[in-house]
Structure formats: structure tokens, C-alpha cells
């Protein structure tokens, strides 16, 4: 028996190795990553922009809610839906217009979103979006404001004054209201701070609240508690990372927050990059853990991020983050198993899975995916997409190659 056993387990890590080692060799070219990156995006992000634009999102976007769902459904999905989508888009809409397959789509969706953008605020308009009631528009404002940020050329400039002002109206609208004692804090920190880069009257109190917490909710080596007790989630990225180093930046250019500040969030963030790299397995799989997983590739936006500002870790090649997205995204947006039969995303991980999906997840909080696409966001001449494939940190592991040794840092 005992040979038996040992006979098996030859043959099982055999097969496991033979199988990493067929990984690698599957290597696409980055224009081919790229390609596939754009048409996945734009498959994802297109039926709330189209809908938006045509003044029909409220309805045909489905409304399908997860297990004991508490929220006003009406009163929420559809701005969630429009927030998340366009946080994700938003460096890759801000690129320069050429007349390749995907800079048609970029066209097309920055036209549409530019006219959805004005029917959202706009009373007359059924995509009209509630930011005057309920707790959740405070997050999903935030997105939106995150947009505007990301692509201030590209989506917040050509607006109309009427639209501008519409909007200014809407994120003021948001403080007779406060959300939960967590991330949220940096929901009210990041809007306030978007009023500030255009100039508007902001509130200092809300944007210095949320950095003072994010500071004392430090627990080491790049991760920060959400609220007083620590959760093993994805919230370090989903919302954390991106939205303090965005907001510190803000006020930074504004001399309103010290230049350490912002240097030090930056580093935690690329620290935190290194993390979610690690945990792409060699099959492009990472661990389906903590709350929200239904917000699928958003898992990475910290690492999408780091890679987009071009911060990444010398020791962390351009390529290697890559091939690692790219088969995560692959092993996720291949299939239909995502989508239902008109394209909108379903509750799920890697599938229809309404079981995993929280309390207060519809089809409109699905759309925080887009937000693992941000280094779209770089050229298609950039050498993120133009460098030869390179295998990812588990995947070296795994089959026998030189690894980084990784430690904790201090900062």
C-alpha cells in the first residue's frame, strides 16, 4: 500500500508539473493579450453604456439579487451599474482615437458614455440616477467621480455646463447622508476630493476623516483593516489602495496634503500589487475568498493600477503581470458562463452562483469587473503589451525556476 501511495503521489505532482510546464508554453503575443483584453472589456462594458445612451437601461438591465437582498433595488443597482462600469474604462476611453478595430470601440463607447453621461443627471431622462436617497449611491458616486478623475479629458470635459453642474449637484446631494464605519469612508473622501480638483467648495472634513482612519487602520506590510477589525477579503484592492492613492494625489496637486503622504500610500500599493500577483496560480486561477467575489477580475485593480501608473517592482516584469491577467481573465471570459443570453453579467464567481452572492449584490454591483482592466489604459506600443511573455511568479514556482524571495516590508 505504502508503494502504491508513493507510486500515486509521483505521478500526481508528474502530471501537475507537465501541466504548468504546457501553461507556459501556450504563451500568446501582447498584441494577441491586448486584443483580447479590448474585446473582453468592451463585451462587459457595453450593454450599460449602449443602454445608457439610448435611455434604456432601467429597462432592459436585469435586476437579479443575491439571498436575502436588503437594498431598494430600484432606488440603487442602476447607478452601481454606471459607476463600476465607467471606473474600469475610464484610462482606456482616454486614449487617443486611431482607426484600428479597437480604437472603433473606443470610440464608440466614450460617444455613447459622453451621452449616457447627460441622460443620468438629467431629471427628464428615465436613466435619471437616485443619488438623493438611500446609503449606496455614496458608493457608487464614488465611481463615477473615480471616472472623471481617471479620464478628466476624455469624460469630464466634453460634458455640457448643464451636465457639469448636474453633477456637482448630485455628489453635494450625498452629505445629508453617512455610510458604514469602513472602506465607505473613503466613498465620501474620494467624491469630496473630485469637487476639490474642479475647483468646487468641498467638504476638507470628509476627505481628512477618511485619510486619517485609512492611517490608523495600517496593520503592516500593505494591508489595511476595513473599519477596526481586519477582514481577509479583496477590499485592499477592490476599493483601498486605488481610491487613497487617487484621493492623496488630488490633494497633493492641490497642496492640501504633504507629498509623504501620497509617497508612502503608493508604496503600499505596490507592495500590495506583489501580493496579487502571487496569487494567480499557474492555471490563472486565485483563491474565490472573502466577501464580494461575485466582482470577479475587480480582485485586481491595485496590480492593474500599479501597472498603469508604470510603478511596478523592477523584479515584477511588465510581461509577467500580463500573462498572469490574461489567463485569469481567459479562464474567466472565454465562455458564457458569465453572461446570460443578452450579455449582462450574472451573480456569480465563474458562473451562475446566486448562492455566493452577499446580501446586498445585484446585477448592477456586478460591474465592478471592469476595474481589473485599468492597464488598458497604456498604448498598444507600451512595453507592457509590446515585451515577450513571461511566466508569472507561481508559475516559475512551480516549475523549478528562479523566485524572488519574499519578505514583509516597513512602510
Known sequence: ?????????????????????????????????????????????????????????????PKEIGPQYYL?????????????????????????????????MRKQLR?????GLANSVDPSNPDYMNYRTEQQPIVDAAYVAHAFLRAPKALWEPLD????????????????????????????GLTEGFLLSIGEQYDPARVQFSINKMKEWYVGDSWYSDG????????????????????????????????????????RMVR???????????????????????????????????ALMEKLPDYVLQAQVRGGLTKVMHNMYDGNQNFDDKGWLVLGFNGHQPMIADQ?????????ATLGFLTLGLPADHKFWTDAPAPWTSLKAWTGEAVKKDYKVEY
Not at 52 to 57: V, Y
Not at 238 to 263: G, S
Open 272 to 306: 500590495y500589487a506583489e501580493f496579487l500577483e502571487r496569487v494567480i496560480s499557474p492555471e490563472g486561477t486565485y483563491p474565490a475568498y472573502g466577501r464580494s467575489i461575485t466582482y470577479r477580475t475587480a480582485a485586481f485593480q491595485a496590480l492593474a493600477q500599479t
Open 360 to 368: 446586498y449584490t445585484s446585477t448592477g454591483s456586478l460591474y465592478m
Open 161 to 188: 455646463e448643464t451636465t457639469k453642474k448636474r453633477f456637482v449637484e448630485e455628489f453635494k446631494a450625498l452629505r445629508t447622508r453617512t455610510g458604514a464605519y469602513n472602506n465607505w469612508l473613503l466613498f465620501s
Open 111 to 115: 460617444t455613447e458614455l459622453l451621452k
Open 1 to 61: 500500500m505504502k508503494l502504491i501511495f508513493k507510486i500515486s503521489l509521483i505521478v500526481m505532482v508528474c502530471c501537475t508539473f507537465t501541466s504548468v510546464n504546457a501553461q507556459n508554453k501556450k504563451a500568446t503575443t501582447g498584441q494577441q493579450d491586448r486584443a483580447f483584453w479590448a474585446k473582453t472589456l468592451y463585451r462587459i462594458s457595453y450593454p450599460v453604456i449602449h443602454n445608457l445612451a439610448n435611455g434604456t437601461l432601467k429597462q432592459n438591465m
Open 72 to 104: 431598494n433595488l430600484e432606488k440603487v443597482t442602476y447607478l452601481e451599474a454606471l459607476g463600476r462600469t465607467i471606473a474600469g474604462v475610464a484610462p482606456w476611453l482616454a486614449l487617443p482615437d486611431d482607426n484600428t478595430e479597437e480604437g472603433k
Open 228 to 267: 477596526a477589525l481586519f477582514s481577509m477579503d479583496y477590499y485592499n484592492s477592490y476599493v483601498i489602495h486605488p481610491m487613497l492613492v487617487d484621493l492623496l494625489k488630488v490633494l497633493v496637486d492641490k497642496k492640501k496634503a504633504p507629498q509623504a503622504d501620497y509617497d508612502q500610500a503608493l508604496k
